[in-house]
């Protein structure tokens, strides 16, 4: 089966909401979330719309179903204590003044378990960073430390552990990556 990834349409709505909230791991123990992954926050049709007219929402089609997707977005449109807002100064924290240019944040991310090990992920990651690559400098992604199916996927794909941080209660690792070097073959 061919799969191929594109960005968004209002159209995909219904899928993504649907695949996000089957993969948020609701109804699972702790240990079971942990190795199988789970996705955080919440996404609406106007959230995505949104985020549409900004970076962009990826998706992977596989002859006309969901196999995943990918939302970026710019920083700044959040909270302080939004995880994604905490993972942000986080990683301007850690850069101790150099300048990292222009700043997407990568997620949430989610495959359909069904098509997961088929390459999805590296195909929305691949598409993503070349679409990106020339109007951004640096992703920054961030992942709860209780979650290590997915810190395990963020360091697969060699993305720089940038900083941990803390926000609600909760221990996470922020993680960046060049969407330049990843869309040329080169994680980093």
């Known amino acids: 089966m061919t799969i191929s990834v594109r960005r ?6 219904s899928a993504i909401l649907s695949l996000m909230d089957k993969s948020r791991g609701v109804g699972l123990s702790d240990e079971e979330r942990a190795r199988r992954g789970f996705v955080q926050g919440s996404l ?24 995943g997707f990918a939302v970026t977005s710019e920083p700044g449109r959040l909270p302080p204590q939004h995880p994604a807002s905490a993972a942000v100064a986080a ?30 992920l590296t195909r929305l990651l691949t598409t993503l960073s070349r679409a990106l690559a020339d109007d951004y400098d640096l992703a920054v992604a961030f992942v709860e430390t209780a979650n290590e199916r997915s810190l395990a996927v963020h360091r697969h794909y060699g993305m720089t552990e940038a900083a941990p941080f803390e ?15 990843f869309a040329r073959g080169q994680s980093r």
């Open 167 to 181: 926000t609600g209660g909760r221990t996470y690792v922020a993680f960046t990556f060049s969407p330049a070097a």
């Open 91 to 120: 990683v301007n924290e850690a850069a101790d003044g150099r300048d990292l240019g222009r700043l997407f944040l990568y997620g949430p991310v989610a495959v359909d378990e069904r098509f997961q090990g088929r390459g999805v």
């Open 44 to 67: 609406t049709e106007e959230l995505l719309s949104r985020f549409e007219d900004g970076p962009g929402v990826f998706v992977a089609d596989a002859a006309g179903q969901l196999a």
């Open 8 to 13: 968004s349409r209002p159209e995909d709505h």
